[in-house]
C-alpha cells in the first residue's frame, strides 16, 4: 500500500480539474497544465480534492500508485503557486544576463554561451551571479536549470561553477607541497 497514494489531492479554490480522454486537466490562476492519465491508476474529481487509486491488484499499478498521485500534485501546486530554482554562478570573470527570451553566460570559454529560454519558463538575474528560474510546470523548471548547470559544474577544488541554491559541494584539499 502506497502512503502517499492514499492522500487524496486538495484542489484550492479558484482551481477546476477536468477527466476527459484520458487527460487530466487542471486550470488555475497561473495557467493550465495536463497529464495523460496511466490505464493502471483510475483517477476520480469529487468534490474539492482528486482521489488516485490503482484500477487493479497488478504490480505496476502498485508501481505508479504513488508517483502518479504526485504528479497530480504537482499540476494543482504549479497552476496555484509556481516552482522556482536559483542557480549561483561562482568564478573569476563568470557572469550571467537575461535578455528577453534568451540568457549569456559567461563561463571562461572562448565565447559567450546563449541559452534560449523554452516557452513557459521566465528567467530573471538580479545580479550578474545569480540566476532565478520559475514557471508552472516542475519538470521544465528542473530540466531548464540542470541544462544551464550542465555548462559549468562546480568542481570540488575551487567550488568554480553553477550550483542550485543549498547546494553542498564536497571540497578537496590541493596538492600538498
Given at each position: 500500500m ?10 484550492p479554490?479558484?482551481v477546476s ?8 486537466t ?14 493502471d ?10 482521489l488516485?487509486?490503482?484500477?487493479n ?5 502498485r508501481?505508479?500508485?504513488?508517483m502518479?498521485?504526485t ?8 497552476v496555484?503557486?509556481?516552482?522556482s530554482?536559483?542557480?549561483l554562478?561562482?568564478g573569476?570573470g ?5 535578455q ?12 559567450d554561451?546563449?541559452y ?11 545580479d550578474?551571479?545569480t540566476v532565478?528560474i520559475s514557471?508552472i ?10 541544462e544551464?548547470?550542465?555548462w ?8 568554480k561553477?553553477i ?15
Amino acid at each position: 500500500m502506497s502512503r502517499i497514494g492514499k492522500k487524496p489531492v486538495a484542489i484550492p479554490a479558484g482551481v477546476s480539474a477536468d477527466i476527459a480522454n484520458g487527460v487530466l486537466t487542471v486550470k488555475g490562476p497561473k495557467g493550465t497544465l495536463t497529464l495523460t492519465l496511466v490505464d493502471d491508476i483510475s483517477y476520480a474529481v469529487e468534490g474539492e480534492t482528486i482521489l488516485v487509486k490503482p484500477a487493479n491488484d497488478s504490480r505496476t499499478a502498485r508501481a505508479f500508485w504513488g508517483m502518479q498521485r504526485t504528479l497530480v500534485s504537482n499540476l494543482v501546486t504549479g497552476v496555484t503557486e509556481g516552482y522556482s530554482k536559483t542557480l549561483l554562478i561562482t568564478g573569476v570573470g563568470y557572469r550571467a544576463m537575461a535578455q528577453g527570451k534568451n540568457l549569456k553566460l559567461q563561463l571562461g570559454y572562448s565565447h559567450d554561451v546563449d541559452y534560449a529560454v523554452p516557452e513557459g519558463i521566465e528567467i530573471k538575474t538580479p545580479d550578474n551571479t545569480t540566476v532565478e528560474i520559475s514557471g508552472i510546470d516542475k519538470q521544465k523548471v528542473g530540466q531548464v536549470a540542470a541544462e544551464i548547470r550542465r555548462w559549468r559544474k562546480p568542481e570540488p577544488y575551487k567550488g568554480k561553477g553553477i550550483k542550485y541554491r543549498g547546494e553542498f559541494i564536497f571540497r578537496k584539499e590541493g596538492k600538498k607541497k
